[in-house]
C-alpha cells in the first residue's frame, strides 16, 4: 500500500490550499474501511492529529482548525482530502495522510504548507 500526498505550497496568511491523499496497492482491505487522518509536524514540534473521517464520513477536528478546515473521501476514487481555508502561519509544517484500521495502518510521505506573507 502507498499513500501519496500532494497539494502542499505557499500561500499567504488567510488563503487555502488543497491537500489530497491517493490511496494504492493491495491491503487486503477496502479503502472504505479505513479512517483516514491527517498529521502534521512542524519545525521543532512533535507530530500532532489534525483532522480525520471514518468510514461512515464522521468527521473531526483538532481545536484549532475546526470552522477552517474541511476533510472529505471519495471511495471510488480511493482518495482523502483536506481543504484548508483561513490560512495561519502556525498552520505551516508538512502535512500527512494516514490510513487506519484495528488492524494496520499506512502513512504517505508528507507535503509541505507554508503560510507566510
Known amino acids: 500500500v502507498q499513500l501519496q500526498a500532494s497539494g502542499g505550497g505557499w500561500v499567504q496568511p488567510g488563503g487555502s490550499l488543497r491537500l489530497s491523499c491517493a490511496f494504492s496497492?493491495?491491503?487486503?482491505?477496502?479503502?472504505?474501511?479505513?479512517?483516514m487522518r491527517w498529521y502534521r509536524q512542524a519545525p521543532g514540534k512533535e507530530r500532532e492529529w489534525v483532522a480525520s473521517?471514518?468510514?461512515?464520513?464522521?468527521?473531526n477536528y483538532e481545536d484549532s482548525v475546526k470552522g477552517r478546515f474541511n476533510s472529505s473521501r471519495d471511495n471510488a476514487k480511493k482518495t482523502a482530502t483536506l481543504q484548508m481555508n483561513s490560512l495561519k502561519s502556525e498552520d505551516t509544517a508538512v502535512y500527512y495522510c494516514?490510513?487506519?484500521?484495528?488492524?494496520?495502518?499506512?502513512w504517505g510521505q508528507g507535503t509541505q504548507v507554508t503560510v507566510s506573507s
Open positions: 494516514n490510513a487506519y484500521s484495528p488492524w494496520g495502518e499506512y
Open positions: 496497492g493491495f491491503s487486503g482491505r477496502l479503502f472504505s474501511t479505513y479512517t
Open positions: 473521517i471514518t468510514e461512515g464520513s464522521i468527521r
